[in-house]
C-alpha cells in the first residue's frame, strides 16, 4: 500500500506563488497525479508524474523524484478561483489502484 | 454531453434501509470506480471494475455490493445504511486500469448520502 502524506492547509496572496508539497511510501510505483476539487464538486486532474523532473502545464508545474518520494506541485499567478483542495495521488503496480493523500487546502487572498 | 454521471446527486434517508447509487460513462472508457470521500475529505477507493469485472475490491462492509450491467454503467448498491456510511460518493472511470500512461480518472459529480 502507499502512505501519502502533504500540508493540510496553505495560504497565499493574489498572484503569488505556492508549493504543495506530496511524500509517498510504496511498494510498487506507477505514477504520480495531482488533482484539484473545489468545495462541493468532483476532483478534476490537473497533473501526471511518472518519470523523474518537472512537467508543466500553463500555471501549474508538477515535479517528481522517485528516488526520495516525493513530488510537488507549484502554483504560480495565484487566482481567487485556485483556492481549492489539492490531491496527490498515487498509483500502484501491481493492481493501479490510486491512493489519495487526505489534500491540502489552498486559500488564496486577496 | 456529462461525461460521467451519478443519480441521485443527494439522498437522505433512515438508518437500516437499503439505497441505491446508479453511474454512467459515455466516454467508453473500461474501467470504472466507486470512491467514498468521508468528512474530512479523505478520498478512498472502495471498488474498480474493468469490462464488468471487479478487479479491486477494497475492504469495504458486505452490506455494498457493486453491479456492472456493462461497462459504461457501475451501480452501488448499499443495505441496512448505518450512520457511518454517510459520506460522499463519488464514480470515476479511465480508459483502461490495466495499463500504464496517464490514463486520469475522470469523477462523476458525486452523490451525498446523509443516514439519519
Known amino acids: 500500500g502507499q502512505n501519502i502524506d502533504q500540508p493540510t492547509e496553505m495560504t497565499a496572496t493574489e498572484g503569488a506563488i505556492v508549493q504543495i508539497n506530496c511524500t509517498y511510501q510504496?511498494?510498487?510505483?506507477?505514477?504520480l497525479f495531482w488533482y484539484q476539487q473545489h468545495a462541493g464538486e468532483a476532483p478534476t486532474f490537473l497533473s501526471y508524474?511518472?518519470?523523474?523532473g518537472l512537467e508543466e502545464k500553463g500555471r501549474f508545474s508538477s515535479f517528481l523524484s522517485r528516488s526520495k518520494g516525493y513530488s510537488y506541485l507549484l502554483l504560480k499567478e495565484l487566482q481567487m478561483k485556485d483556492s481549492a483542495s489539492y490531491l496527490c495521488a498515487v498509483r500502484d503496480l501491481s493492481d493501479y489502484k490510486l491512493s489519495f493523500g487526505a489534500g491540502t487546502t489552498v486559500t488564496v487572498r486577496a | 454531453d456529462t461525461a460521467v454521471s451519478q443519480t441521485p446527486k443527494y439522498l437522505v434517508t433512515q438508518m437500516g434501509n437499503d439505497k441505491s447509487i446508479k453511474c454512467e460513462q459515455n466516454l467508453g472508457h473500461d474501467t470504472m470506480y466507486w470512491y467514498k470521500q468521508d468528512s474530512k475529505k479523505f478520498l478512498k477507493i472502495m471498488f474498480s471494475y474493468n469490462n464488468k469485472e471487479l478487479i479491486i475490491n477494497e475492504t469495504v462492509p458486505n452490506r455494498f455490493s457493486p453491479k456492472s450491467p456493462d461497462k459504461a454503467h457501475l451501480n452501488l448498491h448499499i443495505n441496512s445504511l448505518e450512520l457511518g456510511d454517510s459520506a460522499v460518493y463519488f464514480c470515476a472511470s479511465s480508459q483502461d486500469g490495466l495499463a500504464g500512461v496517464d490514463n486520469e480518472q475522470f469523477f462523476g459529480p458525486g452523490t451525498r448520502l446523509t443516514v439519519l
Open positions: 510504496t511498494s510498487g510505483f506507477n505514477g
Open positions: 508524474n511518472v518519470l523523474d
